[in-house]
């Protein structure tokens, strides 16, 4: 089975600007959480998401959204770049915390500078 | 919302030795307790995890133990080998939220 996929792999952004991240889940896996982790703050959960619809959400502003689609995978974006948001991005995939899944797969992330 | 702890923040080991990580957690709620190995450039990796309602885990030379009643938990590994340098992250899952909220990490070194 293949493993969490996300796209793309580095990124180079300019203060100001916007940028989307994509991650698609392992197979029959149906909730994507996305992750920022830095060195300061290490690994922050940001939302998730389960069949199209975001169930959680953590304490970013709202500059940072995502979406999934009905195939599970899932984009997030974030506007307005600032050089604080430079960071590793990760998505894991699971099959459903609400049946007792909860065993998280992460991808390899996204690394994103901010310039 | 949910606290996790992890110390030591770094551990250096000889090879052959073993390694223990310690991680304490706040939330009663939680009831299933990952964890993750990241090596540079990767993605964190779960290398082994437990439920609420098991004391101990064994998987080969990893193995995982759980107080409930202390809110702690630990990771073991025995016979280190220089594969096993990375960073290793604790995690507890809880039911009043359903996040998965992460330990600081610890940076082990296994010296050869």
């Known amino acids: 089975k293949a493993g969490v996929t996300q796209t793309p792999r580095y990124l180079i952004k300019t203060r100001g600007q916007q940028v989307t991240l994509s991650c698609s889940p392992i197979?029959?896996?149906?909730?994507v959480s996305w992750y920022q982790q830095t060195p300061g703050q290490g690994l922050q959960f940001l939302f998730e998401y389960f069949s199209e619809t975001q169930r959680n959400k953590g304490n970013f502003p709202g500059r940072f959204s995502g979406r999934q689609f009905s195939n599970s995978r899932s984009e997030m974006n974030v506007s307005t770049l600032e050089l604080g948001d430079s960071a590793l991005y990760l998505c894991?995939?699971?099959?459903?915390?609400?049946?007792?899944?909860?065993?998280?797969?992460f991808g390899p992330g996204t690394r994103l500078t901010v310039t | 919302g949910e606290n996790v702890e992890q110390h030591p923040s770094t551990l250096s080991v000889q090879e052959g030795d073993s390694a223990v990580i310690k991680c304490t957690y706040s939330d009663s709620a939680s009831n299933y307790f990952p964890w993750y190995k990241q090596e540079l450039g990767k993605g964190p990796q779960l290398i082994i995890d437990?439920?609420?309602?098991?004391g101990e885990k064994k998987d080969q030379r990893i193995a995982v133990t759980l107080n409930k009643t202390a809110k702690h938990f630990s990771l073991h590994i025995t016979e280190t080998q220089p594969e096993d340098s990375a960073v290793y992250f604790c995690a507890a899952f809880s039911v009043n939220d359903y996040k998965l909220s992460f330990g600081a990490g610890t940076t082990v070194t296994v010296r050869a």
């Open positions: 894991a995939s699971s099959q459903s915390a609400v049946t007792g899944a909860y065993e998280q797969y």
């Open positions: 437990i439920r609420s309602n098991v």
């Open positions: 197979s029959g896996h149906r909730s």
